[in-house]
């Protein structure tokens, strides 16, 4: 049988512990047998990342932009405890960090749903997509304690020294206040975002704040989002027969628990925290979960939504048998692959990604699992598989299909 052609280099970004364990033998033996894989390297484990002073981060996310498409492993985002096991020079930032903000980026999680685990929430039938705007808002603030009464402002001044002041509160006592900001950049980049991943995937897009409270601040991203979407999306989206929804942030978390699902949910940064959080959860489980970094300039960067299962990884390392799922980091691989084939015309590359998806959710589907699904599926799993039986198991089958 000849292998499948590739025309331009998949970005392959390998990173940390178990995940890493797991990445070459999903290489080997789930895809290089039917692929003539093409990809350019990048080695963002810890400490590829501390000996280059992390500029191979941002060689990474350079080569995304010029390939397009990149396919990155689960990585560490060093704490002082990782510090110190790995004997780091310092604590580097989150990868994904830097690269989401070099490619101005924005994150989807999808769930994968198998039918013998059920949703938490019964209506729910296809996979709810969250796009989380991870920038600003709470998550850049500044904050004061006071524990004396006063008058708390706000005060803009601008490039000519003018200033604009608007009283929050006058505290009659001890209290806290926040200041939070956003830019009209990053909210119609944003919105771009959610709207090409709709039209990529044919998904209707929803989106929530509480303008009715927020008169400024919230309503921004509201008219943010309905001046681009008239503009520039509302006849593709008319198109294929997709449909923006806008509504209150209250309305659409109520809607959510009656519909059946199948809608990318764009939500602002603290509430996408929350609920992909929430949503992950009542679909299942994390290691269920796929992701894409989806830039408005067209660049895709596919990984799993879990991190580098650490606890697994030091099981491994006494010679135990672990039961990490790859699932989502076998999906990151479809994804990344079918995007590629989308992008250079290669439809059997889009036709292998399908049917490794399709018989992973087979494989489930009649029993065959590793242990944290088998933890949560009805009826119960027929073979509870480990780690590198997961991999054999569905290698085996797609020798007989592909
Ligand atoms: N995208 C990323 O690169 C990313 C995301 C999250 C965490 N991290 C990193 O991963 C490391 C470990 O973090 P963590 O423990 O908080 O998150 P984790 O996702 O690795 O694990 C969280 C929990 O979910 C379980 N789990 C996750 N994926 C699983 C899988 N595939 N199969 C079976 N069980 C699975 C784990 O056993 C654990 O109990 C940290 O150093 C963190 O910085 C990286």
Redesign the pocket.
Known sequence: MSKIQMKTPLVEID?????RVLWPIIKEKLLAPFVELKTEYYDLGIKKRDETDDQVTLDAANAIKKYGVGV????????QE?AKEYSLKKQWK???GTIRAMLDGTVFRKPILVNNIKPAVKSWKKPIVVGRHAYGDVYKNAEIKTLVPGKAEIVFTDAQGRQTRETIMELPGPGIIQGIHNTNASISSFARSCFEYCLDQKIDCWFATKDTISKQYDQTFKLIFEDIFKNEYQQPFEKIGISFFYSLIDDVVAKMMKTEGGMLWACKNYDGDVMSDLVASAFG???MMS?VLVSPHGYYEY??????????YYKHLKGEK????????IFAWTGALRKRGELDALPQLCAFSDKVEKTIIEMIEEGYM???LAAICNPPAKRVLD?MQFIDTLAQRLEKIV
């Open positions: 990173g940390d512990e178990m995940t990155k492993n689960a990585t560490i985002t060093p704490n990782r989150s990868p994904n489980s994390l290691a992701s990984e799993a939504a879990h991190g580098t299962v650490q606890r697994h672990t039961s990490t799922n790859s699932v989502a980091l590793t242990g944290d780690s």
